[in-house]
């Protein structure tokens, strides 16, 4: 056994496979799926995806504030059954979720059924085969669905967020497995999302989200105002985070409705312009707590809130996030947020 | 077989107190209000016990934002330069 704190630890365990599947499960250290046994072979392996030397650390993962080393975040990559080529990507995205501004400590403790979503763009994408067709956010794609995974194991393993214990989430939710696709660049009609982020259309990136959900939005809606009336009117529900705090929700459009907003000459701005304007709540339908809450979280903004301020879901048009994604369909997908967590995009380094 | 312990050592696990306050007499109490309903109402209360009983000099009673939140590095400060002991609010 390696003594040094970053250096991993290795540990017997059983030769069979479903003797040692249950060892995983009875230390807690899988996310109740069978896991890939990280040997010395395989991390070894893993590893070579990065110059990076193992013992590098890359971040450290609230709540226990673990270090997360290369070598630790290769093992738990294995582990979810990732390809050697993946570990950049989850080495950004390790980078990523530890900013200060994406508030990880408050997603991994929090009651909320919150999600860290992975949402790939560049060339990168197509490398990996990460999916932003269609069922992007659904199964069968191998990137997306060891990606994600590996992010959740980092998370609980590094971060030492149990369920029950850390982790308090009331119910959590179905994208806690794994949470990850691309986005649909190729039949966007507007700047890919790393662009609008500052970075080129050249480079690869990972953003990492606080989701607290996916609902579906099916519309056959065919112009531009009615499509913007139908999604203004279903992001405005009175038990969301978004409009308490003033958050940061998403939409993944379709890109047959992103192709109805282009047309009726929208510009990806635009389109978070009408919504945030479109989308506010009257302050009446908060219960009396959210209210005070509310006035808690927005008053130094938005001044005395009444029953009669209409609240936006966003402190500012700007931070309504929208991508393009899936594949042919009237579907739209609204992802409410957390509220209190800001999106974060790293550069995935290729070496 | 030999396999690799995926989890990492908890940062912090042995913590001392920067130092003790002992008694409370003429102290002044720092308070971070979570914005938990009636969190606000419970320390207006615990400020006269605290007065009354104890002795304490003051108590100061700073907001988060919200409750997901940590307070923010100035008012972090202020308490830090003002109080000798604070309680922060954890929950509901």
Redesign the interface.
Known sequence: MNSS?TR????????DLDE?IEFFHARR?SDGLPIV????ER?ARMLSGTTKKPDDVIA??AP??????V??IA??AV?AGCRVDYLPLLIAASQAMSDPQF?L??IQA?T?PVAVWLLVNGPIAEQLGVNGGMNCLGQGTVANATLGRALR?IMQ??G?ALPGDMDRATHGQPGKFSFCCAENEAQSPWEALHIERGFTREQSTVTVIAAAGTHNLNTHADNADELIKVIADTMAFPASNDYW?GGEPWLVLGPQHAAILAAGGLGKFDVKRRLWEESKLSAGRLCA?EL??TQ??RG?ALGTITSETMLTVAQKAEDIGIVVAGGPGTHTVYVAS???ARAVTKVIGLV | ????????????ATQNLRRTVGDLRGKVIGFIDN???NFNLLVDDLAVLLAERYGVKSVIKQ????????AAANVLDDLATQCDLVITGSGD
């Open positions: 704190l991993a630890a290795l540990v017997e365990a059983p030769d040692l250290w046994p990280p040997t010395r991390v450290k993962i226990g504030f673990g270090e997360a080393t070598e630790r093992i738990n582990m508030n400590q408050g929090t909320n194991l393993n590094i030492g705090i707590k005070s809450r808690s979280a130094a957390f509220g209190d | 077989m030999q396999v690799f312990d995926p989890t990492a050592p908890v940062a912090g914005t938990k309903p907001v988060k934002r919200s409750v997901a939140t940590p």
